[in-house]
């Protein structure tokens, strides 16, 4: 029995067509950059610019710009880089049990409000 041309051709399409569409749904699911809402805030760990509102990381801290103060947990220099002005060994800490967000730094357990502080760092 002998091939029919027009059968190996609607196969051949079949099978493109099969790829072409797994390829499209493969790449509508993978990762995009995050929206500007679930950016980082002021004081949070980051990697690269894209990862902090302000777009700018700085040595694995979001900066803020124009004179935007860190939050509990987050990284600081100095009193003054802090909302509670209480820089401590470089991290920002609240007054009257303000518990961290998740991303920033932490000790234990209860510095987070998530109760998950993993490798110094708040978990949701």
Same mark, same amino acid.
């Given at each position: 029995?002998?091939?029919?041309?027009?059968?190996?051709?609607?196969?051949?399409?079949?099978?493109?067509?099969?790829?072409?569409?797994?390829?499209?749904?493969?790449?509508?699911?993978?990762?995009?950059?995050?929206?500007?809402?679930?950016?980082?805030?002021?004081?949070?760990? =980051?990697?690269? !610019?894209?990862?902090?509102?302000?777009?700018?990381?700085?040595?694995?801290?979001?900066?803020?710009?124009?004179?935007?103060?860190?939050?509990?947990?987050?990284?600081?220099?100095? %009193?003054? %880089?802090?909302?509670?002005?209480? =820089? !401590?060994?470089?991290? =920002?800490?609240?007054?009257?049990?303000?518990?961290?967000?998740?991303?920033?730094?932490?000790?234990?357990?209860?510095?987070?409000?998530?109760?998950?502080?993993?490798?110094?760092?708040?978990?949701?």
């Amino acid at each position: 029995m002998q091939a029919n041309p027009s059968n190996a051709t609607w196969l051949a399409g079949t099978c493109l067509g099969l790829v072409l569409a797994i390829t499209m749904a493969i790449s509508s699911t993978t990762a995009r950059p995050a929206a500007a809402d679930a950016k980082r805030g002021t004081g949070m760990r =980051c990697e690269s !610019d894209s990862d902090c509102k302000s777009y700018d990381c700085d040595h694995g801290v979001c900066r803020g710009h124009g004179g935007d103060k860190v939050g509990t947990g987050g990284a600081c220099e100095s %009193d003054s %880089d802090c909302k509670s002005y209480d =820089c !401590d060994h470089g991290v =920002c800490r609240g007054h009257g049990g303000e518990k961290i967000d998740a991303g920033g730094v932490c000790e234990s357990d209860s510095d987070c409000k998530s109760y998950d502080c993993d490798h110094g760092v708040c978990r949701t």
